[in-house]
């Protein structure tokens, strides 16, 4: 999970910057958030698949009977940012930094009660 914390640092420095565009900002917001489902799915012995899906992620979760703090949906509000942004220079709808962050620190303590449950 130090991975993820290196996002969620990123983003913390980032969110707040004014010349700095929100895709890169959500950029790390989602990484941070991709690390922590990962973990999650590791650390119940769930075999990782290569994708930066949030919803296939969260998806997978529910399949083992472990509830995400966030909906596959609304999760998958961050997906534009793994990929589509970070090579399209297409403006689309994503979240607001605010509601980025606090769906970014929401799997975060989740994602800590997870590993630290058992």
């Known amino acids: 999970m130090q991975l993820a914390y290196r996002d969620i640092k990123a983003f913390m420095v980032l969110k707040d910057a004014p010349d700095i565009h929100l895709t890169t900002v959500c950029f790390h917001a989602q990484q941070a958030v991709e690390k922590f489902l990962k973990a999650v799915l590791i650390r119940h012995g769930v075999e990782l698949r290569r994708t930066h899906d949030l919803e296939a992620l969260s998806f997978r979760l529910k399949e083992k009977n472990i509830t995400p703090p966030v909906s596959p949906e609304e999760i998958g509000k961050l997906n534009p940012c793994a990929v589509t942004v970070r090579y399209d ?12 962050e ?4 929401t799997v975060q303590s989740w994602a800590e009660q997870q590993i630290g449950s058992e």
């Not at 220079?89 to 980025?100: C, V, W």
């Not at 606090?102 to 620190?105: D, I, P, R, V």
Request: aromatic share 0%; glycine share 0%.
């Open 89 to 100: 220079d297409t403006d689309i709808e994503i979240l607001s930094r605010n509601a980025a």
């Open 102 to 105: 606090n769906m970014m620190l």
